[in-house]
């Protein structure tokens, strides 16, 4: 049974920071291309980050320069570390495993930026 567990969501005030895990079960984790994306309340879903097997990474414009996506093979868990965080920052973040025509989705973290 695959399981993909995020973690590490909350509240933050603005200028914060916060880092969420993705603990994957199930699936051989070193092949799969990893994904962080975000669904604000009467929004789309938006990628946010992305890493490949190979440990390329691409990120939204938004949030260049302020994340940070990375994985941990051994530990079957991909990282997003998220500074100076923002108001507009406030969504349900969710994690993806992907892999040719396999695709996965965490559960989601809620992730709110006020003061």
């Known amino acids: 049974q695959v399981q993909l567990v995020e973690s590490g969501g909350g509240l933050v005030q603005p200028g914060g920071s916060l880092r969420l895990s993705c603990a994957a079960s199930g699936i051989l984790f070193r092949v799969y291309n990893m994904g962080w994306y975000r669904q604000a309340p009467g929004k789309q879903r938006e990628l946010v980050a992305s890493i490949t097997s190979g440990s390329d990474t691409n990120y939204a414009n938004s949030v260049k320069g302020r994340f940070t996506i990375s994985r941990d093979n051994a530990k079957n868990t991909v990282y997003l570390q998220m500074k100076s965080l923002k108001p507009e920052d406030t969504a349900v973040y969710y994690c993806?495993?992907?892999?040719?025509?396999?695709?996965?989705w965490g559960q989601g973290t809620q992730v709110t930026v006020s003061s």
């Open positions: 993806n495993a992907k892999h040719y025509s396999l695709a996965y």
